[in-house]
Structures are given as structure tokens and as C-alpha cells.
């Protein structure tokens, strides 16, 4: 929307509100498991009656796919709905999943960037919770995906952005693996909660495992990567294993760039400020780049089959519990290469470090969500 100040005025259509087909082909023809089935239905029951609802599930246990019945329930009800997400890359993960899902409905993807599509108002958004600001009173529900996800937990202006958009008494749905004790607390007052400690495939979650890697920034402020952290790349490289390498600041990172590409030309550094960043991922999807380094704009909404993850100064602060558990899951996603490593190269263990190590051991043991 650009710089909007207090004498600004905005303009919000007052007319006739659209009439949205009511007929809506679900072409999804997967089968959910009890579990995922069970939330579906949880969820379902919650739109119907106006109740706020989280869906807890770790990573990997098809959250998305949960998602699918709610939504064409309401469509054929000929109501309009918003799938909203603090990050870009969680959209445009989620944009190619529901226009296959739903091939007859009319879809839209916005985030800053994006192609507007000519036509009329389209019925099901997928939107970065900043292009909420655009909308008022607009959608019937909303699902937030990722809700955990800064900033839109530190935004207040973000969330009420979200209560803007929403229709009076429409249902405002949350769905994330790493809900804030906050965010739990509020929903027990008002709503319901589903909960999934396993993957959609039925094996572990990876667990992390700790390799020291001292004076790791010196050693890459001298044009040179720990012997460690080399090793661990090529054998990717030789295994032909997709990686991600996640970094806690954009300047480290930046440095060990051309290093990297003296190893291979096609490694690249993302970022949340990078013009390539959709491409390159894109790349690395379609298995044209063997790797990618990261800051953390990429520790949650990008599923990449058989991806191998480090993260490079895990006891960074910016590597908190919560960070770190995301991280983790983008490991073993797939049916096909469920396992994979996840390596945290550090400079001292830290408490966020351990929480996450034993969130992932009492998961596999079937504990934790609620």
C-alpha cells in the first residue's frame, strides 16, 4: 500500500458484496490418515460453528492436506476464504498444492511482487498477512498458517490486520508445529485444538545431532570453511544429496558464499531481501542446484525431497527452540526418504539447542502436543 499516513484517506467498497459459484471440484485423491482425518473433521466442526481452532502438528504431518475438506465445505457453500502466512515462501509453496486441489476454483496469490490476475474478486486468497491490510470484512474464515512465525507475532498491526479482513464472526484458524504458550493459552479460552505428534508417513523425526565447529566466523572471515563443514558439503555433493546450509546472519553468510561456489558454481545465498530468492529455490527444487545457503527465511514452508540439513552456529540466539524445530523439519518429509541428516554445528551447546533435541525424542515417543 505505500507510506499511509494519519491524513491519508482510504477508500473501502460499500456495494454489493460478490456472489460466489457454489459448485467446486476437490481433486486432491490422496487418503488422510486416522489421525490427519480426525483434525480434518475436528477443524470442520469448528467452521461450522464460528470457534477458533489450532491445529498442532509437527512437521511433516500434512497440515495442509487437513486443510483440504474445511475449505471445500465452505466453498460449496459459496463462501470466500483467506489462507494466510507471515512468509512469501510459504505461499508460494502452498499456491501450486491448492490450484492443483481445487483445478475449478477461482484462486489468487498475493504477497509484494506478485501478478495480479485480471477478473473479478477471486474466492479462495492466498495472502502474506501484510496484504491483509487491503481487505475489510472480506472473508468468511481464515486460516493462518504458520501462525508461530514472526513477524507476525510481533506485529500487533498484523494481527488486527487479520481481525480486519475477517467478516464479523468469522472463525480466524491457526496452524503450526511450534505454537507459542501464548497462542495455546488463548485458543483453550475460546476455541478447540487438534493435535498430531506424528508424521503423515508414520516414521521419526530426525534428530539432531551436535558437531563442534570452533572459530567457525574467523575461519570464514579468511576465505576459508572449517574442515567439518567442507567435508560434510561434499559429500552431499558426491551422494548428489540437495542441502541447505542456514546461516544466523546475512553477512557471514555472504562471506562464505564465493567459498562455497569454489566447491561448486551453483551454490547460492538466500535471503529475505534477495531478488533471486524464488528462483533459486525453484532451482533447487527442480534439482538444478545441488544446494542453497540460508539465513532462516527458509526454516519453515519449503518441502524439498530428500533435502540434508546444517546449520552453521547453532548457538546463535536467533537459533531458538522453536527456529531449530522448524529447521529440522524441513529432514525426511517424503514417503520415499523419510530420515536424512540434520547436523548443528556449533560453538557451545545451548538450552535451545537440548529443548529441541528433546522435543523431537518425546515426539517420536508420541508426546508433546496437547
Known amino acids: ?87 512469501v515462501d510459504v505461499i508460494l509453496e502452498l499456491e501450486p498444492r491448492f490450484r492443483t486441489a481445487f483445478p475449478t476454483t477461482s484462486i489468487e496469490a498475493l504477497y509484494g511482487g506478485a501478478e495480479l490476475e485480471p477478473g473479478g474478486p477471486a474466492q479462495l486468497i492466498l495472502a502474506t498477512t501484510h496484504q491483509l491490510y487491503r481487505f475489510r470484512e472480506a472473508f468468511d474464515v481464515i486460516f493462518v498458517d504458520e501462525a508461530d512465525a514472526f513477524p ?32 495455546i493459552s488463548d485458543i483453550q479460552k475460546t476455541g478447540r485444538i487438534s493435535s498430531i ?8 523425526l530426525p534428530i539432531p545431532r551436535y558437531n563442534p565447529l570452533w572459530n567457525y566466523s574467523r575461519h570464514i572471515s579468511k576465505g576459508r570453511l572449517p574442515k567439518k563443514l567442507l567435508e560434510w558439503t561434499e559429500q552431499r555433493l558426491l551422494k548428489k544429496e540437495p542441502f541447505l546450509i542456514f546461516f544466523h546472519s546475512i553477512e557471514l ?23 533471486n530468492r524464488k528462483e533459486h529455490v525453484q532451482e533447487l527444487r527442480n534439482k538444478e542446484v545441488p544446494g542453497l545457503l540460508t539465513t532462516t527465511i527458509l526454516e519453515r ?52 539447542m537440548d529443548d529441541a533435541k528433546n522435543e523431537f525424542l518425546q515426539l517420536n515417543k508420541g508426546g508433546v502436543p496437547i
Open 1 to 87: 500500500m505505500g507510506r499511509v499516513s494519519s491524513c491519508t484517506e482510504l477508500i473501502y467498497w460499500a456495494g454489493e458484496q460478490p456472489i460466489f459459484p457454489m459448485k467446486h471440484a476437490l481433486a486432491w485423491e490422496g487418503t488422510l490418515t486416522p489421525r490427519q482425518q480426525k483434525a480434518s473433521d475436528e477443524l470442520s466442526e469448528s467452521t461450522e460453528q464460528g470457534i477458533p481452532h489450532l491445529v498442532y502438528a509437527v512437521c511433516g504431518a500434512g497440515k495442509t492436506e487437513i486443510l483440504f475438506q474445511p475449505i471445500h465445505q465452505q466453498l460449496i457453500q459459496g463462501k470466500r476464504i483467506c489462507i494466510a502466512a507471515p512468509r
Open 152 to 183: 507476525y507475532t510481533a506485529d500487533e498491526t498484523l494481527r488486527k490486520a487479520v481481525r480486519k479482513s475477517a467478516k464479523p464472526n468469522a472463525p480466524i484458524h491457526s496452524v503450526t508445529a511450534t505454537p507459542s504458550d501464548k497462542l
Open 197 to 204: 505428534n506424528r508424521r503423515y508417513h508414520g516414521y521419526p
Open 253 to 275: 553468510m555472504q562471506k562464505a558464499e564465493p567459498i562455497f561456489q569454489k566447491i561448486h558454481s551453483s551454490i547460492h545465498a538466500v535471503h529475505a531481501s534477495d531478488e
Open 301 to 352: 514452508g519449503i518441502t524439498i525431497e530428500n533435502v540434508q540439513v546444517a546449520v552453521v552456529g547453532a548457538e546463535q540466539p536467533i537459533f531458538n527452540k522453536g527456529a531449530l524445530i522448524q529447521i529440522g523439519g524441513r529432514v525426511g518429509r517424503s514417503r520415499e526418504f523419510p530420515d536424512g541428516d540434520f547436523v548443528l554445528f556449533h560453538h557451545g551447546i545451548t538450552y535451545a
